[in-house]
């Protein structure tokens, strides 16, 4: 064969090869561009090749709207019932993320993949699976009003005592519907087509009726009186008194006075009364109170309990001997005392028109025991005297412009008698009441003979 006609031959084989690519070319330009699916893809089995994405939306809703017409969700839970249509939940399918997905299908990465793809699918078929969507809004609205239906407080069940003896009023316990995983459920089990149980945490409370029966046997009590007091202490006595009452303290609880009895105010219905500050008395709202303080001090002080926080008042209270009171105002002093019982303890207060009465309740103790409460003085300090000399006065007269008053230190024991046997004695406090210096004002030659029947005289003028 000549050169001349292999070098034709060449030349027709080099225009057919680049004919070839050019058509090739073209084709798939043409075919990679479509704006239809390709063939054999389906979504949920619903055949959608060569449909543009608005078609084959259309023919998805067309196929599935009526299944989700009358397609209810049901959730129960002990009885009860809650039934709520798809249609409230705006529950469908998300029929623009599947189509899309379809549609994707031999149009990602270069030629080659597009073409295997496009190969794979018209050899194999593609099914897409459609996912459910819900307006969230609606599905949050749904939750609460199953939490409203549902949810319940707990409360502790209560114990009272009256005409001797005892009555308890069982616990409720607590419902909480756990959302979240309610929510979860919901979600999972749509389309399902079986009853969702609504996920209930329940919240016993922290005192039960168990607890409380274990409340039998007093173990304590104090009375302090009142009788010549004003009608507006009385009735703080009796308001502090009344908010203490029934007090139930579990064991290694601490109870607070402050907190139990909440802040002295008006409008809380508490008068105005002499109160001490700074060793002197003092008109305040809530005089009085610190009887009541205490009154339960020296209860819980016989009851064995320990003490956490307790002060004594600047200067000695008549109601009670020295050593034995307890100071309290309100977001500054406090009486606090824990539960060292393995039982619970009741806190009964009982007011009549002269006397306060503190009874503590709880399981059974050692009945051969007592505990008495014993204050020692331990020393008497003289108030000081200034005088000041006053020449308009008679001689050897005086007149008291501040009554003094003595100091006094005293230690305060728990002694315990087992059998009638003196046990233990311990210390619980030093308390130290301040002294009061006497101001007077004296006429010449006084003498100090004189001065010491100031304490005799009543604050009199004595001449």
């Not at 008549?318 to 824990?338: N, P």
Request: charged share 25%; aromatic share 10%.
């Amino acid at each position: 064969m000549s050169s001349v006609v292999l070098k034709k031959i060449i030349m027709y084989i080099l225009i057919f090869l680049l004919f070839f690519a050019l058509i090739v070319t073209v084709l798939s330009f043409i075919y990679f561009n479509k704006t239809t699916i390709y063939s054999k893809v389906a979504i949920n089995g619903i055949d959608v090749s060569g449909l543009n994405r608005i078609e084959a939306m259309d023919k998805l809703r067309s196929s599935f709207t009526e299944a989700f017409k009358n397609k209810t969700l049901v959730l129960v839970y002990d009885g009860y019932k809650h039934i709520v249509p798809y249609e409230d939940l705006g529950i469908q399918y998300d029929y623009y993320k599947g189509v899309n997905s379809g549609f994707k299908i031999g149009r990602q990465g270069n030629a080659f993949k597009k073409f295997i793809d496009i190969l794979d699918c018209r050899i194999n078929g593609r099914n897409i699976s459609l996912e459910l969507v819900y307006e969230k809004v609606k599905l949050d609205k749904l939750i609460e009003n199953i939490k409203k239906d549902l949810n319940k407080n707990s409360e502790n069940a209560k114990i009272q005592y009256d005409n001797w003896r005892f009555s308890i009023t069982p616990e409720v316990v607590g419902k909480k519907v756990q959302e979240d995983l309610l929510r979860h459920r919901i979600i999972s089990g749509i389309l399902d087509n079986k009853e969702i149980k609504i996920p209930v945490k329940s919240h016993i409370p922290k005192i039960t009726e168990a607890i409380l029966k274990e409340i039998q046997y007093p173990i304590s009590e104090f009375t302090t009186y009142f009788a010549s007091s004003s009608q507006g202490r009385k009735n703080n006595i009796k308001i502090s008194s009344i908010k203490v009452n029934g007090s139930v303290v579990l064991p290694n609880e601490v109870f607070s006075f402050n907190k139990s009895t909440g802040e002295r105010t008006r409008d809380t219905g508490y008068m105005e009364s002499k109160v001490i500050m700074d060793g002197r008395f003092v008109p305040d709202i809530g005089g009085g109170v610190c009887q009541v303080s205490t009154t339960l001090y020296n209860a819980v002080l016989r009851a064995n309990l320990e003490i956490v926080e307790r002060h004594p008042h600047s200067i000695p209270v008549r109601y009670v001997q020295k050593g034995k009171d307890a100071a309290v105002s309100y977001g500054y002093l406090d009486l606090k005392f824990r539960n060292s019982y393995e039982f619970p303890i009741y806190v009964q207060a009982k007011v009549t028109s002269s006397a306060v009465t503190f009874r503590i309740f709880g399981g059974k103790v050692n009945e051969n025991r007592q505990t008495n409460i014993i204050s020692i003085l331990q020393e008497t300090i003289n108030p000081e005297i200034e005088k000041h000399v006053d020449n308009s006065l008679i001689p050897g007269s005086m007149v008291i412009v501040q009554k003094g008053r003595y100091g006094y230190k005293v230690n305060t024991y728990k002694v315990i008698y087992e059998d009638g046997q003196e046990i233990k004695r311990e210390l619980i406090s030093n308390d130290f009441y301040k002294p009061k210096k006497y101001i007077l004002r004296v006429g010449p030659k006084t003498t100090i003979e004189s001065i010491l029947q100031i304490e005799n005289s009543g604050g009199k003028l004595v001449q």
